[in-house]
Structures are given as C-alpha cells and as structure tokens.
Nanobody
C-alpha cells in the first residue's frame, strides 16, 4: 500500500524557515518522480516544486513565486523527500501536499498531475 506522510509544518514569522519532510512507504522512491503541491486558503492546489526520479541526472522545477527561496531534495536510501523553505512570506501559507508518480517524468509534469498524494501538512506564515 502506497503511503506518503508529510511532517514539518507549523507556524512561522515572515522571513523564517521550515523544512518539510515526506516519508514514503509501499514503494521504492528511486522509481518515482516526486514533488510538493500547495493549497492556499480559498484557492485550488498548485504544484510548487517537483523533481524527477533519476538522482544521477536530477532536474527540479519551481514555480516563479518560490524560486530562490525553496529547495526540493530527495534521499532515496531513506525513502524521504524534503522541501526546504526559506525567507517565508505570508502568501506561502497553505496546506502542503507531497506527491509521487511512478516513472522518470519531467518535473513539470509531476507538478501538473500526480498519482499518489499525502494528507498534507499546514504551514502558516504570519507575524
């Protein structure tokens, strides 16, 4: 059974940092492209950062609003995906979902649609 479990969310002031983790089980992470979606209050879900499955030829995608502030990474040996979020802004507030899709998909594809989803973790950026 495929499971994705996010952790690391919380409340932080603007300018602060958080590191989200996504522990996966039920499949071998190295065979999956992975990423993170975000759902801001009153809005739909959008893919904000994704990475392909090939660690030796790694490519990442970021939406413009998080470029230079967020970094996605993966540790296949630990079956874990990370999202380092720095210089957080109020508009980063939302529920963050970890996603995965089997195959070496281009990162932007995963950030458009994904097969497997976690249950989400809340991130609140407020002074």
């Amino acid at each position: 059974q495929v499971q994705l479990v996010e952790s690391g969310g919380g409340s932080v002031q603007p300018g602060g940092s958080l590191r989200l983790s996504c522990e996966v089980s039920g499949f071998t992470l190295e065979a999956f492209a992975v990423g993170w979606f975000r759902q801001a209050p009153g809005k739909g879900r959008e893919g904000i950062s994704c990475i392909n499955s090939n660690e030796g030829d790694s490519h990442a995608y970021y939406i413009d609003s998080v470029k230079g502030r967020f970094t996605i990474s993966r540790d296949n040996a630990k079956n874990t995906v990370f999202l380092q979020m720095d210089n957080l802004k109020s508009e980063d507030t939302g529920v963050y979902y970890c996603v995965a899709d089997p195959g070496d998909w281009a990162p932007r594809h995963i950030c458009t649609e994904a097969t497997y989803w976690g249950q989400g973790t809340q991130v609140t950026v407020s002074s």
